[in-house]
């Protein structure tokens, strides 16, 4: 349903944006604009499957500054990097059992799995899959 990609787009776009806001905080633009896709990932400690948020992310602050539906549409692989992984720390949860998750915060969540706190909304609607 529209409703659930509306809801997955909107934590995608608010990863996007922090990851942003992180890179804007800690380096100068030129050094976003001219670096890597690899570097920026490894400053930003990042799983594999945030290459194409990291990207946009970039994009954004190097482009336009205007996140464009034509750039929404080039990063669908981006996207689905993002699904994939919400898909892993769901995986996570299952091992860790429903009673553990559903009563741990997501700080809490996010510690255990040792995952960095950009991956809040992908764990919050793990989190809501695996919850509700």
């Given at each position: 349903?529209s409703?659930?990609n509306?809801?997955?787009?909107?934590?995608?776009?608010?990863?996007?944006?922090?990851?942003?806001?992180?890179?804007?905080?800690?380096?100068v633009?030129?050094?976003?604009?001219?670096?890597?896709?690899?570097?920026?990932?490894?400053?930003?400690?990042?799983?594999?499957?945030?290459?194409?948020?990291?990207?946009?992310?970039?994009?954004?602050?190097?482009?336009?500054?205007?996140?464009?539906?034509?750039?929404?549409?080039?990063?669908?692989?981006?996207?689905e990097?993002?699904?994939?992984?919400?898909?892993?720390?769901?995986?996570?949860?299952?091992?860790?059992?429903?009673?553990?998750?559903?009563?741990?915060?997501?700080?809490?969540?996010?510690?255990?799995?040792?995952?960095?706190?950009t991956?809040?909304?992908?764990?919050?609607?793990?989190?809501?899959?695996?919850?509700n």
């Open positions: 349903s409703g659930i509306a809801e997955y787009g909107g934590a995608f776009m608010k990863t996007v944006k922090l990851l942003a806001q992180r890179l804007l905080k800690n380096y633009k030129s050094i976003i604009c001219t670096s890597k896709l690899q570097q920026l990932m490894d400053l930003l400690e990042v799983p594999d499957s945030f290459d194409g948020a990291v990207e946009m992310a970039q994009d954004l602050i190097c482009a336009s500054g205007i996140l464009s539906s034509a750039m929404v549409a080039k990063n669908t692989s981006a996207y990097g993002f699904i994939d992984s919400i898909m892993n720390v769901l995986e996570q949860f299952y091992a860790l059992g429903q009673s553990y998750v559903c009563d741990a915060g997501i700080p809490e969540l996010l510690e255990k799995l040792s995952l960095p706190d991956m809040i909304w992908a764990v919050e609607i793990a989190v809501d899959w695996f919850c």
